[in-house]
């Protein structure tokens, strides 16, 4: 029994299969996952559809069809078997493919999930990936999908390349010439899209003193090394450098870090490019394309994204660019309106609730971006009530490595807390998520705080 036997079984389990429903989350990793299995399963001439849903709760199962098509669950599932049980899913019907902690129920239901064998930093789509070229080799070609779908869900973050099995997925796609990987680069966001001024202006991974959150300052300093800022016109984005000029502005970055006393650690990492797509677009790398997909499902359109991954570059690429463009102005939104209003800090935690002022499938992306400016090394947890029931309270947190790698835990700090008062939470040791019951806020809060300050006993987090 191992990986390569799951896989066997489990692309058996869907060549039998006379039709198949997807289930999966709206995120870039879910989406793409799901994208993947729908691609290798089409090619098969196995009709397919696609669920995407937010969080597998109760609400939500009644999104999942009780008919004979097998149900496949794709980044998510593992952790909710029970609602599977209660829906009455037989599970020669049920297939999990995820990354998430299991938490079976009864005899539990067929999964190949990361977590099983020993893969910590790999993606539902990963695993999606393995199970489609288990399916058929020629279907090497989803690798780019693969790579977003591990970039979305951070699993290049802590190490500033995708490691492990990864690496083989990116082989593929190298090899397929769908992929293509840039060894080191200065370690930004925005490489395809953004100006150069303004990718360095919004780096806080590593922050950089008198450039990060400042445009202005970021623009003085690259005219002060001499890189010319426009082409016809045009702002220059990272793509377009020379790798001389590359090389002057990390150079200057160093030396900026250095000054100042901080870490060169994180300055350089490596990216993924997707030759075949068009230049000064989202779709060009990996970072920009999760984004993009991230951006549908906040805005409740992951089929949206879905209909991107699966080829269109027409009425749904349109519309999902138009979506990255609110999204991301309801996103300076919500971090202005953190920073104007401010957190309460407790010993090991910052946390604040924003009521129903945000959506709360974004207060998880303004929770990281308001760490840049708030006290890194204490997590934050952002509280929101759901418009559709504000009986019940969304929970995000987030953190940073370096308090990951001295011990915390958000994932599991989450689950047991939320456990103590009748919720249900699910994410990652950097970033993680819970429903509450709204009557049991302040009780959460200082239990999570207790929990993070056993995982980081220090008489104070700042010396954890």
Not at 402 to 424: F, K, P, T, W, Y
Not at 425 to 441: D, N, W
Request: glycine share 8%; aromatic share 6%.
């Amino acid at each position: 029994m191992g990986l390569d036997h799951d896989l066997r079984e489990a692309a058996d389990q869907i060549r039998d299969a006379e039709m198949v429903t997807i289930i999966s989350h709206i995120d870039a990793d879910g989406i793409t996952s799901a994208t993947i299995l729908h691609l290798a399963l089409q090619r098969e001439g196995i009709p397919v559809i696609p669920v995407f849903v937010r969080q597998l709760e109760p609400f939500a199962m009644r999104f999942v069809p009780q008919d004979e098509s097998l149900k496949i669950f794709s980044d998510l599932g593992a952790g909710q078997q029970n609602l599977l049980v209660e829906r009455g899913l037989k599970p020669d019907r049920v297939l999990i493919v995820d990354h998430h902690v299991s938490q079976p129920c009864g005899d539990g239901y067929p999964q190949v999930n990361a977590l099983e064998y020993g893969f910590l930093k790999f993606s539902a789509a990963g695993m999606a990936y393995l199970l489609a070229r288990e399916i058929d080799r020629d279907n090497t070609d989803l690798a780019a999908l693969g790579v977003i779908g591990n970039v979305g869900d951070m699993m290049a973050r802590e190490d500033l390349k995708l490691i492990g099995p990864a690496r083989g997925i990116i082989e593929d796609g190298v090899s397929r010439g769908v992929v293509e990987v840039l060894g080191k680069e200065l370690n930004c966001y925005g490489i395809s899209t953004r100006p150069i001024h303004i990718s360095l202006a919004f780096s806080d991974d590593p922050f950089i003193p008198g450039i990060t959150n400042n445009p202005d300052s970021a623009l003085r300093f690259l005219e002060k090394l001499g890189i010319d800022m426009k082409s016809d016109g045009n702002w220059r984005v990272w793509e377009d450098l020379t790798r001389e000029e590359k090389r002057t502005i990390t150079s200057g970055v160093m030396q900026q870090l250095l000054a100042h006393g901080c870490s060169t650690r994180r300055l350089i990492s490596e990216v993924y490019l997707f030759p075949h797509e068009m230049e000064h677009t989202p779709l060009r790398n990996a970072a920009e394309y999760a984004t993009l997909l991230n951006a549908c499902g906040r805005w409740a359109k992951p089929a949206i994204g879905h209909a991107v991954c699966l080829g269109d570059r027409g009425g749904a690429y349109r519309e999902a660019e138009h979506m990255l463009v609110r999204h991301r102005t309801v996103i300076r939104e919500l971090l202005q309106f953190i920073l104007e209003n401010g957190v309460i800090e407790l010993s090991h935690l910052q946390y604040l609730h924003v009521g129903e002022r945000f959506p709360d499938t974004i207060v998880g992306i303004g929770a990281g971006m308001a760490l840049s400016k708030l006290n890194r090394v204490k997590p934050i947890l952002i509280m929101c009530k759901l418009p559709e029931d504000p009986t019940v309270t969304k929970v995000s947190m987030r953190t940073v490595d370096e308090m990951v790698n001295r011990g915390i835990d958000l994932q599991a700090a989450l689950v047991h807390a939320s456990r103590a008062c009748g919720g249900e939470a699910g994410g990652h040791r950097i970033a993680a998520g819970a429903y509450i019951p709204g009557t049991a806020e302040q009780e959460f809060v200082h239990c999570v705080n207790r929990i993070l300050s056993e995982q980081c006993p220090a008489e104070s987090p700042h010396h954890c």
